[in-house]
C-alpha cells in the first residue's frame, strides 16, 4: 500500500509556522481493517445480487 503524503494548507491557522518546514509535514498510511473490508464486501455483494437482469426498456 502507497503512503499519502498530507500538508496543511498555505494559510496556516498557526501563527510564526512555516508551512514548509518539515516538522509540519505528515505522512498518512490509510489501512481499512478487516472488519470493514468483510462488511464492504457482503455490502456489494447485496447491491449486486438486488439486480434481476438487464431490463429492455
Known sequence: ???IP???AGNSCLPGIDN???S???VAAIEPS???LD???AGWER???SFEGA???
Open 6 to 8: 498530507v500538508r496543511p
Open 39 to 41: 462488511r464492504a464486501l
Open 47 to 49: 447491491f449486486v445480487s
Open 34 to 36: 478487516s472488519e470493514l
Open 55 to 57: 431490463s429492455d426498456e
Open 1 to 3: 500500500m502507497c503512503q
Open 20 to 22: 514548509n518546514t518539515p
Open 24 to 26: 509540519v509535514r505528515a
